[in-house]
């Protein structure tokens, strides 16, 4: 027994020093060599700024009114929340709402009806699922191209554009199943409202064209 | 439609393409044989022995054998909460996050000794990287590994003959994690690191959005991390949200290999089963039997999650696939993420309940009854569907035994299995592990249902409420660590509670499982007879299937009908609830 004790506390440091402190920091250290900008998080810096992760969603509505920024693709709704205020941590999370909880309902009747108002749809103009349900980490960066096309004429009107060209900027940022069968056709919102300011700019003021950040 | 099938086609090909090469490679590993990767970690082997003072030729009976693993996983588990509640004080701390409180830290240490990850927080504003490094991360090795050695203590049970010993616990988890665990996993985290996963040891980095937002965005050792609690079932997320986070799994191939991952031991292990015991059609017997039930469970979540709510489609929420001339996903997807769609959610989150996994990339909490209810039931059938590291194919043995039994008693003669005599003992050792897991799952829900505070943690009202407690316990109690996570678990009664349903799911269950092993080495082998019940072809499946789904069936039904087959009826008849009322 206390031999049997004496190995598992010897076992126990060896097994941590290996696995715990070793093996991340090889990987770490393979990692920052060979893959940098994935491995500090795909981000994206536009006038001296970081402004986001290649591969995290992020709000393009007003933080106030809650109002789509007309010029901007929409995201999906998202459950994410910053514990305290101001400069705090983004927490993922989802909605947790369960399919018949009158929340749920509310939420998606209120998007609903915002999505149809802003885009001049008809009061019964069918609304993606994808575009008034949470994602499951709060943090989706995708929408499906359904969903963009529905945004399309709402975004060249207010950027002063065709709705071809606008299109045409979609397409380029949509991806299709991996090999054919995996996942879900996607586009990313935040490339593509980057692509946006780059060829048609929301505001003349700023410089707009992103890079990966150093 | 199209390419939900050959998504999970593509998904059981790879799978039994791993299943014979990786199983071939444990038998190799565990019967002490040289391996590809012999020169280089056979030194390092050699050295633990060394320095841990192990006797790599000397074996263990039954009784050591636990004693071991269970002194192992009480140093571990005493470590870790050690570390979670010192955290300030250690290095590796950017964010300067405090120690973690006592029962939390009590609820995760326990969590991560038992491969169960259960998480009661929130680990963007939790755990240091050294506390996920060393304190959690460690334990997704170990209690994979541990798994593992007990699986192949127990097999040899079954092959040896007139045996006294059934292993060296020291020897089998050091080469599982040298030889298996680690190699895997370094080639696994660099891929992920390619598709975009993070590993850095900097600070969370300050975001400005374009809409003027400030916030910090947390990173971390995610990709090391994330390798191995997908490789060893382990399902505890560096982030909230899991694998749904684009960090933990940024995209549907980094998914598919994520999925891939889960299952690939569990099903290995079926291979190692036929090879030790002399047969591999043994061993392919329980592989079908596993694969029967697994899709089963695919098609019934896929459908249903597929098939939406039409709560929201009354509300405007279009569930059809094609809109404005562009696919879209259709279905419910509250909960779910755009790069997986409904199919690739299903599929995980079958996988991860069969196995006890529990990582998720899709909020369980949001799927429909019936489609949620899949995951629940594969928990509560102990998770023997391919099932965790290890603990799939010994909970999968009891069955077996239980199976043949049953089989023995029908025919009037004694049963045997694998060439072993299967005597009352046995079936009382089998009797305590199958019995143990539903009475702590039902006895804490019942608990949980007329305890206030169990109560006021509830997310969601009405049917959907009790089957967030109901889920809570299945998971605990069955190690897997996935979670209706509307469900406020940092309370006192569920981090002790929760907590204590996790060590009797993991050990009360290990121990009779043990025993058993011991008892069935010293048998003789019996040679099989014209009377043998033959335990390989399509009539012992089936019968494997039948006992493995009435036992389940006969235990849960009635919990399960005030769950979600109530939710069900009202979500088809457009009912809706609101919480307090």
């Known amino acids: 027994m206390m031999r049997q004790l004496r190995t598992a506390l010897l076992m126990t440091m060896l097994l941590t020093v290996l696995t715990g402190l070793a093996y991340p920091l090889a990987i770490t250290a393979l990692a920052q060599v060979i893959f940098p900008y994935q491995a500090n998080g795909s981000l994206i810096a536009r006038g001296g700024t970081v402004i986001g992760s290649a591969v995290i969603g992020q709000p393009f509505v007003d933080g106030k009114t809650g109002e789509v920024l007309p010029g901007y693709f929409r995201g999906r709704p998202s459950a994410a929340f910053t514990p305290g205020n101001g400069d705090s941590t983004l927490v993922s999370s989802g909605s947790n709402y369960g399919p018949t909880n009158r929340a749920l309902v509310d939420r998606v009747t209120v998007d609903v009806a915002a999505i149809r108002r802003e885009n001049h749809l008809a009061a019964d103009a069918p609304i993606p699922v994808d575009l008034v349900a949470a994602s499951a980490s709060g943090l989706d960066p995708d929408i499906s191209p359904a969903s963009a096309e529905l945004q399309v004429p709402r975004v060249a009107r207010e950027r002063g554009r065709r709705a071809d060209q606008v299109r045409a900027l979609v397409a380029a940022n949509t991806e299709g199943r991996t090999l054919g069968v995996l996942g879900e056709p996607r586009v990313n919102v935040l490339a593509l409202n980057l692509a946006l300011d780059a060829t048609v700019p929301a505001t003349s003021r700023e410089s707009v064209v992103a890079t990966p950040a150093r | ?581």
């Open chain 2, 1 to 581: 439609m199209t390419s939900t099938i050959l998504q999970d086609g593509l998904y059981v090909l790879l799978l039994m393409l791993l299943t014979k090469p990786l199983g071939t490679f444990m038998f190799r590993i565990f019967t002490g044989e040289r391996t590809v990767l012999s020169p280089v970690l056979h030194p390092i082997e050699r050295g633990f022995y060394r320095l841990a003072g192990v006797d790599e030729t000397r074996e263990m009976r039954w009784t050591t054998y636990t004693i071991a693993m269970l002194l192992f996983n009480l140093v571990g588990l005493l470590l870790t909460y050690a570390i979670l509640r010192l955290q300030n004080h250690l290095p590796l701390n950017a964010q300067a996050l405090p120690p973690v409180e006592e029962r939390l830290a009590f609820n995760t240490a326990v969590s991560f000794a038992t491969n169960t990850n259960w998480q009661s927080y929130y680990p963007e504003i939790t755990m240091s990287n050294f506390s996920q490094m060393v304190g959690l991360a460690v334990h997704n090795f170990t209690s994979a590994a541990t798994g593992i050695a007990i699986a192949i203590a127990v097999i040899r049970g079954f092959a040896r003959r007139s045996a006294n010993e059934i292993g060296n616990f020291w020897v089998d988890l050091t080469r599982c994690t040298l030889y298996l665990l680690l190699p895997i996993c370094c080639a696994g985290a660099l891929v992920l690191i390619a598709r975009g996963v993070p590993q850095t040891l900097d600070a969370y980095q300050r975001v400005t959005g374009i809409a003027g937002t400030t916030n910090l965005l947390p990173l971390g050792p995610v990709a090391s991390q994330e390798a191995i609690k997908m490789l060893g079932t382990n399902g505890g997320g560096f982030f909230n949200a899991n694998s749904a986070h684009p960090f933990e799994n940024p995209t549907p191939l980094t998914n598919f290999l994520e999925m891939l991952a889960i299952f690939a031991i569990p099903a290995g292990l079926t291979y190692t089963f036929g090879c030790m015991v002399g047969n591999t059609r043994q061993g392919w017997a329980i592989f079908a039997a596993m694969l029967g039930l697994f899709l089963v469970g695919v098609l019934v979540t896929t459908v249903a999650e597929q098939t939406g709510n039409p709560i929201l489609g009354r509300a405007g929420a279009d569930q059809g696939t094609l809109l404005y001339g562009q696919p879209a996903p259709g279905g419910n997807m509250e909960g779910k993420e755009q790069r997986f769609g409904i199919a690739a959610s299903a599929l995980f989150a079958v996988i991860t309940t069969a196995a006890s996994c529990g990582a998720v990339n899709a909020v369980h909490d949001s799927f429909t009854a019936l489609g949620g209810m899949i995951p629940l039931a594969n928990i509560g059938l102990g998770e023997v569907i391919f099932g965790g590291v290890g603990a799939g194919l010994y909970g999968f043995l009891v069955y077996a035994v239980l199976a043949i039994f049953i089989a023995g008693l029908m025919v009037g003669r004694t049963p045997e299995y694998i060439g072993k005599k299967i005597e009352p003992y046995d079936v009382k050792m089998v009797m305590l592990s199958l019995l143990v897991i539903p009475l702590a799952i039902l006895g804490f829900t019942g608990l949980a249902a007329v305890t206030p505070e169990a109560l006021a943690s509830r997310g969601n009202p009405a049917a959907h409420g009790l089957t967030e407690m109901l889920y809570a316990f299945t998971s605990a109690t069955g190690n897997n660590g996935s979670a209706l996570a509307g469900l406020n678990a940092n309370v006192p009664f569920y981090t002790i509670g929760l907590g204590l349903a996790m060590l009797i799911g993991r050990y009360l269950m290990i121990v009779p499982i043990l025993a058993l092993a011991g008892h069935l080495a010293a048998k003789k082998r019996i040679a099989e007879s014209a009377g043998t019940f033959p335990t390989t072809g399509a009539l012992w499946v089936g019968l494997l299937i039948g006992v493995i789904v009435i036992v389940g069936a006969l235990t849960y039904f009635p919990a399960y009908t005030l769950g979600p087959v109530i939710e069900h009826f009202q979500m088809q008849a457009g009912a809706t609830f609101a919480l307090g009322s």
